[in-house]
Nanobody
């Protein structure tokens, strides 16, 4: 079973920065895609950014140019550097991994969520 543990959320003033981390553990043979989603109160969960095993990235329009997704060399930890934060970035941020375990079974795993609050 694959588990994801997130860290790095918190309270920051508008214009500030935060860096989220998401470490994976368990039977992981390979990860195809890692991503960050967020869910604000009263809204649906939305994709923020994603990165493939090959390093290709994709960003939601509201965060382009402000957020940067990256991964470590072991390719099991994903990061989200958030710069120039705005109050509308306030949400619970969830990491997501899609990959394959050593028994060649496909898995999808979600983190527990970390709160990001941006004050004006």
């Amino acid at each position: 079973q694959v588990q994801l543990v997130e860290s790095g959320g918190g309270l920051v003033q508008a214009g500030g920065s935060l860096r989220l981390s998401c470490a994976a553990s368990g039977s992981i043979k390979g990860i195809a895609v890692m991503a960050w989603y967020r869910q604000a109160p009263g809204k649906q969960r939305e994709l923020v950014a994603s990165i493939t095993n090959g390093g290709s990235t994709n960003y939601a329009d509201p965060v382009k140019g402000r957020f940067t997704i990256s991964k470590d060399n072991a390719k099991t930890t994903v990061y989200l550097l958030m710069d120039s934060l705005k109050p509308e970035d306030t949400a619970i941020y969830y990491c997501y991994h899609h990959g394959y375990s050593y028994n060649n079974r496909e898995f999808v795993a979600w983190g527990q969520g970390t709160q990001v609050t941006v004050s004006s």
